[in-house]
């Protein structure tokens, strides 16, 4: 079945950068589009980036622009987000999705101190 794994999360301060990992098995990965997903406390959960199957297109949610980068290794079936110029609002779980099977990570928490 479907399973996605992430990891990378952690600890930062501001002005900090992370990065994202996720694992995918299940399924042909080099196939499907792939996204990360956030939730911060108290607020619905929001797509950050998302990535064609080939990584020649993306996109990401106006708040993480220029600072946050979506990418992926097909030949290691993985999907990164490079986070840079990490901000306090940048708090949240983040959740690796395959959109064609709606299928989740178990999350990994970002946390951003000052």
């Known amino acids: 079945q479907v399973q996605l794994v992430e990891s990378g999360g952690g600890l930062v301060q501001c002005g900090g950068s992370l990065r994202l990992s996720c694992v995918a098995s299940?399924?042909?990965?080099?196939?499907?589009?792939m996204s990360w997903y956030r939730q911060a406390p108290g607020k619905e959960r929001e797509l950050v980036a998302r990535i064609s199957p080939a990584g020649s297109s993306t996109t990401y949610t106006d708040s993480v622009k220029g600072r946050f980068t979506i990418s992926r290794d097909n030949a290691k079936n993985t999907v990164y987000l490079q986070m840079n110029s990490l901000k306090l609002e940048d708090t949240a779980v983040y959740y690796c999705h395959a959109p064609r099977f709606d299928s989740w990570g178990q999350g990994t928490q970002v946390t951003v101190s000052s």
């Open positions: 299940g399924f042909t990965f080099r196939t499907y589009t």
